[in-house]
């Protein structure tokens, strides 16, 4: 055995429970628990669930999107405005003249990297406040969907446009993508631990990693099986995770990633350092509103109707969706997959406490309370450290 193996069995990590960490998944277990209870089980039905992940899914496009925005220490005001715009744009072509789904939606999603690109350019290059920029947008883009539109709702649309926001991924398929996923966390899994073996860094004892490992991959098949009881895995949650993995993956594993924590964790130690601040900003509005177009289509498509109101305040939810989620609003912290499941918290209440019929006004209050308690946590979090 090689000296430096044997230093590294003897250097493991404790397995330590990080309750900033975990506070989400405690949150989402205790939601499911109480709104189970108070609705006599109809929380938890394969019905309700499928439906409650169709409605988080425009939301958790834009946390994705939004969290990229606020880890570079900046806000986007906009995206409920470009996501009307992009879905009208998107039905007009297809209902007014007759325009197949897969130019609409490539329209569509172009449209926002183009206002995208156009709100990064003037918070980028000419240093307006992105505040200030995408709040104007916020009016801009809403008035030009009602003069498109002419204040009238566009429909009907094709069926395979409506297929993006209402189809089911069929059983069969459903469990072999689950499958699929389980055996990539096991082997994932496995090239981590040789990895970091092989580097002599420390590791976790092998019933932790293969623990966390084993609890991912069942929640991946219950996951399945839930939705085959109904229809199937709806087609919009695809959607969010295959963008959620390519997110994850740029923000982890590219420079371009770091460079945007880097900038939002300390912009003028980020530009002493060589990185390009512009330029990272500019791509960081572009993917936003390209982001902004796809939940626009998934929306219209869910709709099947292109309306002048689709997509207000939700850029609220999508940055409560990711304050929930962990990423600070000060910039250079937070995660993909904690804004996903931020978006997961959000509307989770919102189904819970419709089905309980609670009246609006304390669905606000219950909402607004927990975004206070987020952001209280993350700064009684940073002061700790």
Known sequence: MQPGVAQVKDQKLSFKFDIRAYTLIIALIFIAILFTFLTDGDFLTSRNLSNLFRQMSVISILAIGMTLVIVAAQIDLSVGSIVGLTGGIAAILQVWFGWGTLPAVLVAILAGAVIGLMQGWLVAYKAVPAFIVTLGGMMVWRGVLLGMSHGETVAPLQDSFV???QSYLPYVWGYILAALVC?????STVRRRRKREKLQLPLNSAAADYGVALACMVIGMGFAYMMNRYYGIPIPMLIVLVLALVFVFITTKTGFGRYIYAIGGNVEAA???GIHIKN??????????ALAGVAGVVLTGRLNAATVGAGQSFELDAIAACVIGGTSLSGGTGTILGSVIGALVMVSLDNGMSMM?????????VKGSILVFAVWLDIATKNKR
């Open 183 to 187: 055996v990539a966390i096991f082997f």
């Open 357 to 365: 019929n609670v009246e609006p006004f304390w669905q606000y209050i």
């Open 280 to 289: 990272h900003m500019l791509a960081v509005f572009v993917m936003m509103g």
């Open 163 to 165: 297929s993006i926001g």
């Open 271 to 273: 530009k002493f350092s």
